[in-house]
């Protein structure tokens, strides 16, 4: 079974310029993760979606941030413009299941730089 | 608000066993999860607990007490290749089940 991709792997750009991210999920997950994850600390969640829809978005800067999942497949993650602050991991996570705990299976990640 | 607390750092030694602690406090509180998480690679599941007891899982293992908010995961023989950190993380009563991850522990298994 084929993982969670993600691309890049690495970036780095200069702040205020924009970025984004692509994620495609295990086949046939229906649930979607972005989560932030800064050196040293745990991730944190940035958006869930459920098929095509947004269950939780709390904790996306929305100002900067922009996320979207095109057909309830694959996602993309934006930001615009970016901040110094906003260097991390992106990771990108799926599951199958709605309604019941399973686990999440996690992309390897973009690391961003922004210098 | 949700607090998951963690030690930031271990040392162990190859062969031994070694306990990795984790507190939280949540409004609503449903299930706990452990995921590995190699340097610049991705986290992988170990385990979950939802009721109270212990999992066991070869030479892991973890616990739950939910009346007391605390979980531990248990790693046994271990092996040089357990160097990495160890993710506690928490599902709410939501319904969304989304994770709520600590900050991580980074066991460092010497020779």
């Known amino acids: 079974e084929a993982g969670v991709a993600q691309s890049p792997r690495y970036k780095i750009i200069e702040k205020r310029q924009s970025v984004a991210f692509w994620c495609n999920p295990i086949s046939g997950h229906a649930t979607l993760y972005w989560y932030q994850q800064i050196l040293g600390q745990g991730p944190k969640l940035l958006i869930q979606f459920q098929n095509n829809g947004v269950v939780d978005d709390s904790q996306l800067p929305k100002d900067r941030f922009s996320a979207e999942r095109l057909k309830g497949v694959d996602s993309t993650l934006k930001i615009q413009p970016a901040k110094l602050e906003d260097s991390a991991v992106y990771l990108c996570?799926?599951?199958?299941?709605?309604?019941?705990?399973?686990?999440?299976?996690f992309g390897q990640g973009t690391r961003l730089t922004v210098v | 608000g949700q607090n998951i607390d963690q030690p930031t750092e271990m040392t162990a030694t190859e062969g031994a066993i070694v306990q990795i602690n984790c507190t939280y406090q949540?409004?609503?509180?449903?299930?706990l999860f452990w995921y590995q998480q190699h340097a610049g690679e991705a986290p992988t599941f170990l385990s979950y607990?939802?009721?109270?007891g212990l999992e066991e899982k070869g030479r892991f293992s973890s616990f739950l007490s939910r009346s007391k908010g605390y979980s531990y995961l248990l790693l046994k023989e271990l092996q040089m290749k357990d160097s990495a950190s160890y993710l506690c993380?928490?599902?709410?009563?939501?319904?969304?089940?989304?994770?709520?991850f600590g900050s991580g522990t980074r066991l460092q298994v010497q020779p």
């Open positions: 996570a799926s599951s199958p299941a709605r309604g019941r705990d399973t686990e999440a299976f």
């Open positions: 949540t409004s609503g509180f449903n299930g």
């Open positions: 993380a928490v599902t709410l009563d939501t319904g969304r089940r989304a994770l709520t």
């Open positions: 607990n939802v009721l109270d």
